[in-house]
């Protein structure tokens, strides 16, 4: 199964790394931003997933394989803290708006070059 998952994780890398670099409207580089990290999530959970393991609860029963809950916790804390960047990002577009009546770079970048 991660033989055929990973093609597809990776792909999704790649295309919200493409959108940042290639879109040129700011809201689009947000959600392709919010896209790479939701495959950055996706493949670290898909590294971290292995078969046969139990959730780590104490029992009486002896010698079994338990998951480790280390990578559940990583993966919790990288969906919050891209959340609360994503809604930061979206913030400042807010604001930048403001200023701007389009949120194309390059014409931003070019008032505020004049």
């Known amino acids: 199964m991660k033989m055929i998952l ?4 990776l792909t999704t890398i790649l295309i919200g790394f493409l959108g940042v670099l290639w879109k040129q409207n700011l809201v689009m580089k947000i959600v392709a ?3 790479m990290s939701t495959g950055v999530i996706a493949y670290f959970v898909l590294a971290a997933a292995r078969p ?8 009486e029963t002896a010698d079994v394989s338990y998951a480790d809950p280390v990578p559940q ?3 919790l804390t990288a969906i919050v ?3 609360s960047i994503q809604s930061l990002m979206l913030v400042g577009v807010m604001k930048l708006s403001q200023d701007h009546p389009t949120l194309e770079t ?6 505020n070059l004049s």
């Open 52 to 59: 046969g393991l139990l959730t780590p609860i104490i029992t």
């Open 106 to 111: 390059d014409e931003i970048e070019r008032t």
């Open 33 to 35: 931003m919010d896209i």
């Open 6 to 9: 990973e093609p597809f994780i």
């Open 73 to 75: 916790a990583v993966i």
């Open 81 to 83: 803290i891209g959340l």
